[in-house]
């Protein structure tokens, strides 16, 4: 029997792992300040049990996310059929020095190691501080096209 829908387990599902791991950048979802829904492109990076994204202090989603922390990830990428992945869960800011490991590492993941360690040392020289946001998943959805879909088609 599948596993359904909602169900955290599919986070390890070779699929969700593949995007998981892709060059594509997440669509991050969150509701702004004024009330009104924002979709923004993010590079994030997997940790195994949370995703990671992080962000200067002066952006506009941190003050957004500390009154309400609810998100929306999606991981997808450009072939077809298409694959999806969905995850919702609570945001949580941190403030670090310096440059959000995390976003070290997933600058690694999308320029390769040589440019990756290159534009993080630069970001170095400006950032005193990154936010860093963890979303743990507390809800995963996969759609491959093939044996998953959306719940609008599904029979």
């Known amino acids: 029997m599948p596993v359904k829908q909602g169900d955290l387990s599919l ?8 995007l ?20 923004v492109p993010i590079w ?10 992080a962000t200067p202090p002066n952006a506009p989603k941190v003050k957004s996310l500390k009154k309400n922390p609810k998100v929306a990830l999606t991981i997808d990428d450009n072939q077809f059929p298409h694959k999806v992945l969905l995850i919702r869960g609570t945001a949580h800011l941190n403030e670090v020095n310096g440059v959000v490991p995390e976003y070290a590492m997933a600058a690694e993941r999308y320029f390769g190691e ?6 993080v040392d630069q970001l170095r020289k400006q950032a ?16 491959d096209f093939q044996t998953r879909f959306p719940s609008a088609i599904s029979t």
């Open 114 to 119: 040589e440019q990756g360690k290159a534009w």
């Open 128 to 143: 005193k501080t990154g936010i860093r946001i963890g979303i743990k998943p507390e809800w995963v959805a996969l759609i």
């Open 44 to 53: 994030f990076h997997w940790t195994g049990s949370e995703v990671v994204l």
């Open 20 to 39: 998981l791991a892709s060059k594509i950048p997440a669509r991050f979802a969150y509701v702004a300040s004024d009330g009104t829904p924002r979709v």
């Open 11 to 18: 986070l390890q599902h070779p699929t969700s792992q593949e």
